[in-house]
């Protein structure tokens, strides 16, 4: 809803460093929502576009929201199906290389712990988490074990910046959740 939803979007693109967008209107951006998502600023050349400034991840994240228009129901689009059908085709971005992985349980720990956490998934570099208890979270913690960066997304939504592949550190903490 950062961008002012699925049907605000006309076309994704990224280069290096920035997500490159086309969209219906600009002013349906929220720009606190992106700071909050680990945008470092946006610019807006002219009333269409808008580039967010990601840092290296922008071509992943593209791809992200390629992946999550094409998943949209065509009736959710001002524009029609045809911006779900061309963003279906695109392939996804590469996953960077892997960083190293925190260790699970003091991760687990630093979100309050196994009842604290509800939901985990992972998303190209990116966990993102439910937690019963926002307040339980120790973002402090979190980043001196290695992470890029935290943000909150919504009433017990979070979203971790790893830097490197999601899945391991997320399949860790599932395993260690269900050992208690």
Sequence with gaps: ??????GNIRTV?????????????NRAVDESALTALGSRGVVRPNATA?????GPVADQVAGEIRK????????????????????????????????????????????????NVQAVEARATRLLLGVADAA?????????LGLRG???VGSGRLHLL????????ADALTHAMARG
């Design 68 to 115: 999550a228009l094409a998943r949209t129901p065509v009736g959710h689009l001002a524009t029609g199906g045809a911006l779900a059908v061309a963003v279906a085709a695109e392939e996804p971005a590469p996953v960077p290389a892997a960083a190293p992985l925190p260790d699970a349980a003091a991760v687990l720990a630093a979100l309050g712990g196994t009842a």
């Design 136 to 144: 339980g979270v120790d973002e402090g913690r979190l980043l001196s």
């Design 150 to 152: 935290v943000a909150r």
């Design 1 to 6: 809803m950062a961008l002012g939803g699925a």
């Design 13 to 25: 693109d990224a280069c290096t460093t920035r997500l490159r967008l086309v969209l219906a209107d």
């Design 162 to 169: 790893l830097g490197g592949p999601a899945a391991p550190l």
């Design 50 to 54: 808008l580039q967010v400034v990601l």
